[in-house]
Structure formats: structure tokens, C-alpha cells
């Protein structure tokens, strides 16, 4: 089951990593002039965020979903905790990438939503951890899982 939120992570992060690109790409158009002068001041934060929460940290989020419990022969701790930390994770990188860029646009006016996203953010971030300490700590090995369903089919 836990190979399923880790292919929603990847998949995430792969559409992180082009929407960045693509203000990366606008980043550069704004060096050379005209109507694109000075964009990059505005979409640096948006860019940033996007690449080191959206790209590096739901790519780390989706393998370690599914190296963790392979490697100590685990259970995930939660499925639903996995499910609320996609979903908390995603609302926050888009929001903070959104926010960060509205706050260089309007100065001043958009820095409780964009506290919101950072404090959205972090509250996932604990969500992850969590799960993946319970699952080390506490998970139900998969022997014991197939000793169970053995037991049952005999």
C-alpha cells in the first residue's frame, strides 16, 4: 500500500520540477529586457520554493516512503497519516510558491497567508516524521503480518 503515496509524491514532484523550470526559464527571459525587465525579482522565492520543497523534498518524501519500511521490514505506521501529510504537503508548497510571490508583488499585505504555508508546511513535516519513527518503533513487522494470514488460511 505505501507504494501508492510514494507514486503521488514522485508524481508531484516531477510536476514541481517542470512548473519551476518553466519560472526558471521566465527568470532568464527578464535579463534580457523588455516587457519580461524585473520579473525575476518577483518569482526568485516562488522559483526557490518550488524546486526545494515541491522538487527535492517530495522526491525525498516518496522514496523514503518506500525505503523505510522495505528496509526494516515494516508496515508503514499509517496509511492515513501518509494520505493527510500528500495532502497537507502539496496545499503548503503550492501556497508558500503562490504566497512568496504575491508578498514581493504587494509588500506587506499577504504575510499571514504566507506564514500560514510555512506553518502548513512544518506541521507536515512533523506529520512525516512521525509516521516514519512510528513505523520504525512501532510498525508491525511483515513476518508477523504473514505468520497472521498464514495462520488464517490454515
Same mark, same amino acid.
Request: hydrophobic share 55%.
Given at each position: 500500500?505505501?507504494?501508492?503515496?510514494?507514486?503521488?509524491?514522485?508524481?508531484?514532484?516531477?510536476? !514541481?520540477? %517542470? $512548473?519551476? +523550470?518553466?519560472? *526558471?526559464?521566465?527568470?532568464?527571459?527578464? /535579463?534580457?529586457?523588455?516587457?519580461?525587465?524585473?520579473?525575476?525579482?518577483?518569482?526568485?522565492?516562488?522559483?526557490?520554493?518550488?524546486?526545494?520543497?515541491?522538487?527535492?523534498?517530495?522526491?525525498?518524501?516518496?522514496?523514503? !516512503?518506500? %525505503? $523505510?519500511? +522495505?528496509?526494516? *521490514?515494516?508496515?508503514?505506521?499509517?496509511? /492515513?497519516?501518509?494520505?493527510?501529510?500528500?495532502?497537507?504537503?502539496?496545499?503548503?508548497?503550492?501556497?508558500?510558491?503562490?504566497?512568496?510571490?504575491?508578498?514581493?508583488?504587494?509588500?506587506?499585505?499577504?504575510?499571514?497567508?504566507?506564514?500560514?504555508?510555512?506553518?502548513?508546511?512544518?506541521?507536515?513535516?512533523?506529520?512525516?516524521?512521525?509516521?516514519?519513527?512510528?513505523?520504525?518503533?512501532?510498525?508491525?513487522?511483515?513476518?508477523?503480518?504473514?505468520?497472521?494470514?498464514?495462520?488464517?488460511?490454515?
Amino acid at each position: 500500500m505505501t507504494g501508492k503515496y510514494a507514486n503521488y509524491f514522485l508524481l508531484a514532484a516531477v510536476i !514541481y520540477f %517542470v $512548473v519551476s +523550470a518553466v519560472l *526558471g526559464l521566465a527568470m532568464i527571459m527578464s /535579463w534580457t529586457g523588455g516587457q519580461w525587465r524585473g520579473l525575476d525579482y518577483y518569482l526568485i522565492p516562488s522559483h526557490a520554493h518550488l524546486m526545494l520543497l515541491g522538487w527535492v523534498s517530495m522526491t525525498m518524501y516518496g522514496m523514503m !516512503y518506500r %525505503v $523505510v519500511p +522495505a528496509f526494516f *521490514g515494516r508496515r508503514l505506521y499509517s496509511e /492515513w497519516l501518509a494520505w493527510t501529510h500528500l495532502v497537507i504537503a502539496n496545499i503548503a508548497t503550492v501556497g508558500m510558491a503562490l504566497f512568496f510571490g504575491l508578498h514581493r508583488w504587494q509588500e506587506g499585505r499577504w504575510v499571514w497567508a504566507l506564514a500560514a504555508s510555512g506553518s502548513l508546511q512544518f506541521f507536515g513535516i512533523l506529520v512525516f516524521a512521525f509516521n516514519m519513527i512510528a513505523s520504525v518503533v512501532c510498525g508491525e513487522t511483515k513476518l508477523e503480518v504473514y505468520r497472521d494470514y498464514a495462520s488464517k488460511g490454515s
